[in-house]
């Protein structure tokens, strides 16, 4: 990178600063690493990067993108406040995101958006009533089974101009179904929404949960990306969530190769279900962590950026720029927060948002203080989009793109974390590629060794987290818990059974759910059928979430696959 | 002369609601456990009844239940009541995960002996374990 007489100049410069160290420090031996595990020395030089090609930094906008995915990028788009709410029932749900639209909380462009959670009991397809859920209706999401409850969440907004992110987890499409007929309700029909669904399917990696099995569980996510590439053109199809990787204990590395490896696995399913890469590379999304170690992290984020653009492009053909720009919300470490001395979060929030605003993410969820303890009170809620606020409006931080890039640590670490990233995803392809290292395990054992490895350096102490094994304080000021109202379950209950009684439609529902099945069928007969359609007319036809649920995992398979 | 089985190890049964997503607290937990000399069985569930089942199948001495997402005390109240009902109070039951300080003497009322929060040390259980079985013998049919 650098020409001869700048090296003559830094080696110099290096041979006095050796000589200098041997002076104060000969007796010390600086043994330094990133909490990933990456060695890394006290001070960096160009003599790091000179090994680097310009080309791999470019400018952002440009390939490989790993300055960012437009030409600038906070001073156009600051990024938006993605807070994650729901809780209780839709009215509580839609109470909290009128409060966050109070806090100031916006979208992208024009738009408002929101980020909606739905419970336990939606995610994985049963009905409020269903014995086996026992309390956890309402509890860390908002339970959502009718079509009625569209209406309570959604009403007075305008659906044209709101982006919604429907996570309602490996069963986001029957959010999605619903979202449609309500849609239609009001006089916006499909091409028109805009939003998210989670299409999480490959979720089950990590856990021994019950899902839809790997290799159906592919076909379903890519037979849903194919019929939303060509029928909803303004939805984003899927989310890409390293974040639960390096939550379940992954290192950076780990949580950028088992994120594109993922990528590059759905990536292969839908061109088998007959796609091109471009017509659906476009609506995949990411949700990245934002962790504490501030420059790995940075670097990490800049790394993804780097290898999804080489990737698309270089395995697989893709050439709609869209196709390589990899579009990144993301979301503070919560398991970096601690239950002991619960206000301490608030500062550690606030620098892995500064993780985020470095690193050029395009969306971010800044965890309360109290999320080791439950759902975030309205004061914790505040704090957190203040403290977005606080970043866009008196730092200056979104004055500049990319402000970091050239720094001689950055750019070594972020091609250190790319090329070992891209080690990593080779020997994820030893194993067969994604779908192989989840049904044997390999890849869930290797995220429980890194869990086991972060906990071993806390209790010896290795590792400090302050508050916990060093700096405790047995003057504990209590944090005010959100309570859940008590009655929650107690409603859902008596509405879904009130829904059943009074809907009618028996011979549509009936025709509905048969044809869903035949579709589920027709979609592992290599795609012959999409089954969205069946699935809206579920919805259309007042079925509930675990009528739908039920049909799909009755073709589909469903249990753990550990 | 009966073959040596493990009889003098205590037998751990750990349980999660199997739509509780986050495990690395107890399967960490599992392994420390494991490490100390426990025999430990890990399980997920859907109904309570389901951990009472395999407690008796596999004849444990302590049920340790995680929560990352609550529903802890309706949980242990059940709890409670099964092994009333199937004469199993000898089952010692232990929770962790996510759990509020103020519920604590809510979860005691239910007959939970120790409760291992956010932070907990897997140390800090093993020697709780031991404390809670010094002195007897644990005898098997």
């Not at chain 1, 490996?170 to 989670?198: C, D, W």
């Not at chain 1, 303890?373 to 989009?385: F, K, N, Q």
């Not at chain 2, 079985?133 to 644990?138: A, Q």
Request: proline share 4%; hydrophobic share 40%.
């Amino acid at each position: 990178m650098f020409d001869d007489n700048a090296k003559d100049k830094v080696t110099k410069q290096l041979d006095a600063w050796d000589a200098n160290m041997q002076k104060r420090y000969s007796d010390r031996v600086f043994d330094l690493r990133t909490d990933g595990g990456i060695p890394i020395k006290p001070v960096y030089s160009p003599a790091d990067i000179d090994h680097l090609d310009y080309d791999v930094i470019s400018m952002p906008g440009q390939y490989p993108y790993t300055r960012g995915i437009y030409p600038i990028m906070y001073q156009a788009q600051p990024w938006v406040m993605q807070q994650i709410h729901g809780h209780g029932l839709p009215e509580h749900a839609r109470e909290r995101m009128d409060y966050l639209a109070e806090l100031g909380l916006t979208g992208y462009g024009e738009t408002r958006s929101y980020n909606l959670v739905f419970d336990q009991v939606c995610k994985f397809g049963y009905d409020p009533d269903n014995p086996e859920v026992g309390d956890l209706v309402g509890l860390v999401g908002v339970n959502m089974t009718t079509l009625d409850d569209y209406d309570r969440l959604l009403k007075g907004l305008d659906l044209e101009r709101t982006a919604i992110v429907l996570n309602q987890g490996i069963h986001s499409m029957i959010a999605l179904a619903f979202f449609i007929i309500y849609g239609e309700q009001q006089g916006v029909p499909k091409e028109k929404l805009r939003g998210n669904t989670m299409n999480w399917l490959y979720k089950g990696w990590m856990t021994d949960l019950e899902m839809y099995p790997p290799k159906p569980a592919f076909m379903i996510m890519s037979n849903f990306i194919r019929w939303c590439s060509r029928n909803m053109p303004r939805w984003n199809t899927t989310n890409i969530v390293s974040y639960f990787a390096e939550e379940a204990g992954g290192t950076p590395v780990q949580e950028a190769a088992m994120a594109m490896s993922i990528s590059i696995a759905l990536t292969e399913a839908c061109i088998a279900a007959g796609c091109q890469p471009d017509e659906f590379l476009p609506r995949f999304g990411f949700q990245i962590a934002l962790g504490s170690d501030i420059f790995e992290h940075v670097a990490k984020i800049r790394a993804m950026r780097r290898l999804w653009a080489t990737i698309n492009r270089e395995r697989f053909g893709a050439q709609d720029p869209h196709s390589m720009t990899i579009r990144c919300h993301s979301q503070t470490s919560a398991v970096s927060l601690t239950a002991q001395q619960p206000m301490v979060n608030i500062v550690r929030s606030a620098y892995h948002a500064l993780v985020g605003v470095l690193a050029g993410v395009n969306g971010m969820t800044i965890n309360a203080y109290d999320e080791a303890l439950g759902i975030p009170t309205d004061e914790s809620l505040m704090l957190a989009v203040r403290t977005h606020q606080v970043a866009q409006y008196e730092t200056g931080m979104p004055n500049v793109t990319d402000p970091l890039a050239g720094s001689y640590y950055i750019e070594w670490l972020t091609d250190r974390i790319y090329h070992d990233a891209m080690d990593y995803i080779e020997k994820i392809e030893q194993q067969g590629g994604f779908i192989k290292g989840w049904e044997s395990g390999w890849l869930r054992n290797e995220l429980a060794n890194s869990a086991y490895e972060w906990r071993r350096r806390i209790d010896s102490g290795e590792k400090v987290v302050v508050g916990l094994n060093k700096f405790q304080s047995s003057v504990h000021r209590k944090a005010q818990l959100y309570k859940i109202d008590p009655k929650v379950k107690e409603v859902a209950i008596e509405r879904v059974k009130r829904y059943r009684a009074e809907r009618g439609m028996e011979s549509e529902r009936a025709a509905a759910l048969e044809s869903l099945k035949v579709a589920c069928e027709g979609v592992l007969d290599n795609h012959k059928a999409d089954f969205m359609p069946a699935l809206i007319e579920c919805a259309r036809a007042r079925s509930t979430v675990e009528e739908m649920a039920s049909a799909m995992k009755g073709v589909f398979g469903w249990g753990s696959v550990y | 002369m009966k073959p040596m089985k493990s009889e003098d190890k205590i037998r751990i049964l750990l349980s999660k609601n199997k739509m509780d997503v986050h495990d690395r607290g107890i399967r960490y937990l599992a392994r420390k456990l494991q490490e100390a000399g426990f025999e430990v069985i890990l399980t997920r569930h859907g109904l309570i009844d389901e951990v009472v089942n395999i407690a008796e199948q596999e004849d444990v001495n302590v049920i340790g239940l995680s929560f990352s997402a609550g529903g802890h005390i309706s949980a242990c109240l059940r709890l409670q009541q099964l092994l009333k009902e199937r004469g199993m109070t000898d089952k010692r039951v232990i929770v962790g995960g996510i759990i509020p300080d103020d519920d604590i003497p809510d979860l005691e009322e239910t007959g939970v002996q120790g409760v291992f929060g956010a932070g907990s040390s897997a140390d800090e259980a093993v020697a709780f374990i031991n404390s809670m079985f010094r002195g007897e013998k644990l005898l098997r049919p």
